[in-house]
């Protein structure tokens, strides 16, 4: 979930947000509530605390809160794409280097591990696939990337 602390911080750290912006984006997040509503029957109003609403004109705010994954990648000289909630990861492999470039990926997915449980968030682990594409010929096989690749 995205911490609203963490996320004011690194809107006025990492991307220089102040004044009537930064105080307009702080009304949007604090004094929210929420309820859930079936049928008849409603839940208890309760505080939203952590998170930011997806729709709106904000819902943007979680690529901020998520923007560090591209340093990480950058790190480990992996390529990084990120659409909302949705990160890809490219690295080329060779023939001459295969191995290493597999470890220095399962790297990457070790440090983005860490970071979002650092953050209060986690991977779906239900959801990782790797699509391992040959240059020349275009075949392609997909692998569940929650398994660790084989150099074999």
Avoid at 37 to 55: D, I, L
Avoid at 87 to 107: D, F, K, P
Avoid at 112 to 132: K, Q, S, Y
Wanted: hydrophobic residues 35%; proline residues 3%.
């Amino acid at each position: 979930m995205v911490d609203h602390a963490t996320l004011r911080k690194r809107l006025s750290c990492s991307f220089g947000v102040s004044g009537v912006v930064h105080s307009w984006i702080e009304s949007y997040l604090y004094g929210r509530t929420q309820y859930v509503r079936m049928g008849s029957h409603s839940s208890a109003v309760t505080p939203c605390t952590v998170g930011v609403p997806q729709g709106y004109v904000l819902g943007p705010l979680f690529s901020v809160y998520t923007s560090l994954l591209s340093t990480i990648a950058q790190s480990h000289q992996v390529l990084q794409q990120q659409y909302a909630d949705d990160t890809q990861l490219y690295v080329a492999l060779s023939s001459l280097n295969y191995s290493n470039e597999i470890n220095t990926l399962q790297s990457c997915l070790s440090a983005i591990h860490v970071w979002f449980c650092e953050n209060g968030m986690a991977l779906n682990r239900t959801n990782p696939d790797a699509i391992l594409r040959h240059f020349r010929t275009g075949q392609y096989c997909i692998k569940n990337a929650s398994q660790k690749f084989t150099t074999s």
